[in-house]
């Protein structure tokens, strides 16, 4: 199973592909392809194409008893839930007009 996933241009957030071109920060409402299905490689395209969301790129994600999905990989790990250190929380658009990199 795989998520689409890239940085939001003008703010650097991360974003998810929730489907019809929305895009939004929970990695929970992404929609979720078949590892082999065809329309990824459309997607990225298409969205490259918008300049919109930048860094495109499909991940690897698992879904677990409860429904929650998952990815393996560190990088989307921290990237989807914030710094690894302390009790800093992700920080969210909707607490400044911008996102720190």
């Given at each position: 199973?795989?998520?689409?996933?890239?940085?939001?241009?003008l703010s650097g957030?991360?974003?998810y592909f929730y489907g019809e071109d929305r895009w939004g920060m929970?990695?929970?409402?992404?929609?979720?392809f078949?590892?082999?299905?065809?329309e990824v490689d459309e997607l990225l395209a298409a969205a490259a194409k918008k300049d919109k969301?930048?860094?495109l790129e499909a991940?690897?994600?698992e879904k677990h008893d409860n429904q929650l999905v998952q990815t393996n990989r560190l990088r989307e790990q921290i990237r989807a839930n914030g710094p690894t250190v302390g009790?800093?929380?992700r920080q969210h658009l909707s607490e400044a007009d911008?996102?720190?990199?």
């Open positions: 199973m795989k998520v689409i996933t890239g940085n939001e241009l957030a991360v974003v929970d990695l929970q409402q992404a929609q979720i078949d590892d082999k299905a065809p969301v930048v860094s991940i690897p994600v009790t800093y929380g911008y996102v720190s990199l």
